[in-house]
């Protein structure tokens, strides 16, 4: 509890996750706490008998096993105690080892996720028609519906799911997968199939299409991947805007990390342009408003009102059909009303020209931007693509110039500035808790010492199997923190006690705690270990997160019983000598200072 509850005060994505996690297991301590002090001794009352049993059979094995076990972990600490060098030594290496693993695991704000669909952007040259948008999105149907874990899928044209704009040269598909048990090979996963379709729109030629998981976190963002935009800092230039951004796409399509970054972004849409004489309007008694409207309602759409029938609201809108809008000159055919009621052609106070422009302008951070976005290649993390692209901008975007990220991508970079905080709050509340019980800010130290075993453990675990450190890790990580100390409590606890009231010396307490709580530290740790193995090995949907957090879990509960163990005697006499030291300092300048203040 005291590791976890106070991160679930935090605030934003990442507070959001811990305190789910937090709350969680909070409760659970809680209730276990309470049964342990209460219905356990009972049960054990009703169900344990007086006196000694020889165990028999396999436990009588499994006994002589483990005892030569303790045997040898007992010769180990001895040996360690002895050579208080060789321990530093050993933790040295341990620490800049894992230094080394945490710089080289690559980061991710989460893991992808199979989630059984696959999403494809199609974007077409600007001011491409509706029909040759479906042309080409009919092409790629066909060939998703070719792929042997193809289950359904449905299909838009003139949707741009990137900026929410209905565009003509953009569509989207949404590709179902079939189930999970359907897909256990790895060619059939939703990664596999995204960048088979992929490889498989590169043959159609009239469109560029790019297929991509979705967001690991839904509703972060539209689709996975990165996203962000190049904002222009300096004014409204929309031309130097879109050179800047081809610029940046240019050198990031030569490096192997990235894949698919493109642009929802073209300052070169064909576009129509009318000027209106404003003072010959006035004169005829036109309305500006009037010539607005009469627009709108005839090349664009005209927004009326809304209306309901059977349960359901539908919206009118007033649009000419395409055969009265398709070229310029059908202007010469709207009319507009003047102020005593004639018409007048539209021509008469109005000038159409050509020319070119954004369709979709979009601003971030109050600045004039375009959209970026793109995935890692694979074998890569999101977190090593959005440092490469970060290195890219700096070295190639103009003065005035900057790259910012949005959504998900924003909230990974946030994150990474909260773990280290949120791992050394755990940390600190495990020390106040520790002083306010042994009443010594030293002794806490020992247990406290055992925590970079736990996190060389996960680190190297998911080193080993090439995950990432995500969001998923972290939470692991700080769960590690509790459960190292507790490993730790048990010795350093009964060291005290026997130190104390015993009067053994720290050495031969240090030792005899270590002996009488090896078997209860190894059996609570392996069956913590074991409750979390299926995590680590699980299939199927949100399999990619389990394994995150089942693999850190594991692998720092490994080293924080199997190897921290052999040094936590070490670290109780380190620190309780430390402490004596400080106190007998103290107590020296206490009665130096008496005995200055009597002189």
Same mark, same amino acid.
């Given at each position: 509890n005291a590791v976890f509850l106070p991160v679930a005060f935090l605030g934003g994505l990442v507070g959001e996750m811990y305190r789910q996690f937090a709350i969680t297991i909070a409760v659970s301590v809680t209730i276990s706490g309470f049964v342990a002090l209460t219905l356990t001794p009972a049960l054990c009352a009703r169900l344990l008998k007086p006196g000694e049993v020889e165990p028999r059979g396999l436990l009588r094995y499994f006994d002589a096993w483990f005892g030569r076990l303790t045997g040898q972990y007992m010769r180990g600490i001895a040996w360690l105690m002895r050579r208080s060098a060789v321990a530093v030594a050993v933790i040295g290496v341990m620490l800049v080892a894992t230094w080394g693993i945490v710089r080289t695991v690559p980061s991710a704000l989460a893991p992808d996720e199979d989630q059984g669909y696959v999403v494809a952007i199609a974007a077409l040259p600007p001011a491409a028609s509706l029909q040759r948008t479906n042309a080409v999105l009919r092409q790629f149907d066909e060939a998703s519906m070719a792929h042997p874990a193809y289950l359904n899928n449905i299909t838009v044209a003139g949707f741009d799911i990137l900026t929410g704009a209905q565009r003509s040269n953009a569509g989207v598909s949404f590709i179902s997968l079939k189930d999970w048990s359907e897909r256990r090979d790895e060619s059939l996963s939703a990664q596999a199939v995204a960048s088979a379709l992929f490889?498989?729109?590169?043959?159609?030629?009239?469109?560029?299409?790019f297929s991509l998981s979705p967001p690991a976190i839904e509703g972060l963002s539209n689709t996975g991947g990165f996203e962000g935009f190049v904002q222009a800092r300096t004014g409204n230039d929309y031309v130097a805007l879109e050179a800047a951004t081809q610029k940046l796409l240019a050198a990031?399509?030569?490096?192997?990390?990235?894949?698919?970054?493109?642009?929802?972004?073209?300052?070169?849409?064909?576009?129509?342009?009318?000027?209106?004489?404003?003072?010959?309007?006035?004169?005829?008694?036109?309305?500006?408003?009037?010539?607005?409207?009469?627009?709108?309602?005839?090349?664009?759409?005209?927004?009326?009102?809304?209306?309901?029938?059977?349960?359901?609201?539908?919206?009118?809108?007033?649009?000419?059909?395409?055969?009265?809008r398709a070229h310029p000159e059908d202007l010469r055919d709207v009319h507009v009303r003047t102020a005593n009621g004639t018409m007048v052609p539209l021509t008469a106070i109005a000038t159409v020209g050509e020319g070119t422009g954004p369709d979709v302008i979009?601003?971030?951070?109050?600045?004039?931007?375009?959209?970026?976005?793109?995935?890692?290649?694979?074998?890569?993390?999101?977190?090593?693509? @959005?440092?490469?692209?970060?290195? &890219? $901008? +700096?070295?190639?975007?103009?003065?005035?110039?900057?790259? !910012?990220?949005?959504g998900q991508s924003y909230q990974e970079k946030t994150s990474r500035q909260s773990t280290g905080m949120l791992f050394g709050l755990a940390v600190l509340m495990v020390f106040l808790i520790l002083a306010a019980q042994y009443e010594r800010l030293t002794l806490p130290f020992a247990v406290i010492l055992a925590v970079p075993f736990a996190v060389f453990g996960a680190f190297l675990a998911v080193w080993l199997r090439g995950l990432y450190n995500?969001?998923?890790?972290?939470?692991? @990580?700080?769960?590690?923190?509790? &459960? $190292? +100390?507790?490993?730790?409590?048990?010795?350093?606890?009964? !060291?005290?006690?026997?130190?104390?009231?015993?009067?053994?010396?720290?050495?031969?307490a240090a030792i005899e705690a270590a002996r009488l709580r090896f078997?209860?530290?190894i059996m609570t740790s392996l069956a913590f270990t074991l409750g979390v193995l299926p995590l680590?090995?699980?299939?199927?949907?949100?399999?990619?997160?389990?394994?995150?957090?089942?693999?850190?879990?594991?692998?720092?509960?490994?080293?924080?019983?199997?190897?921290?163990?052999?040094?936590i005697p070490q670290f109780f006499v380190w620190t309780a000598r430390a402490g004596e030291w400080i106190r007998q300092w103290a107590s020296e300048r206490r009665a130096a200072v008496r005995h200055t203040s009597e002189a």
């Open positions: 490889a498989a729109a590169m043959q159609i030629k009239d469109g560029f299409i990031a399509a030569q490096r192997p990390e990235l894949r698919g970054v493109g642009t929802s972004y073209s300052s070169q849409v064909p576009r129509v342009r009318v000027d209106v004489d404003v003072e010959k309007a006035k004169m005829l008694g036109i309305s500006m408003d009037d010539v607005n409207v009469t627009l709108q309602s005839t090349f664009g759409a005209y927004y009326v009102n809304d209306f309901n029938r059977d349960g359901r609201v539908y919206r009118v809108h007033l649009q000419s059909e395409g055969a009265f979009e601003r971030f951070n109050l600045f004039p931007s375009a959209r970026l976005f793109g995935e890692p290649a694979p074998g890569y993390s999101s977190g090593q693509a @959005l440092e490469i692209m970060e290195q &890219l $901008a +700096a070295e190639h975007l103009p003065e005035g110039y900057s790259l !910012a990220w949005s995500d969001l998923y890790l972290q939470i692991g @990580l700080v769960t590690l923190v509790g &459960l $190292a +100390a507790k490993n730790a409590i048990l010795i350093v606890e009964f !060291a005290a006690h026997m130190h104390r009231e015993g009067g053994m010396s720290l050495a031969q078997r209860p530290i680590a090995i699980s299939t199927g949907a949100g399999a990619a997160s389990r394994h995150s957090i089942g693999t850190g879990v594991i692998g720092g509960m490994l080293a924080a019983t199997f190897i921290a163990v052999l040094f």
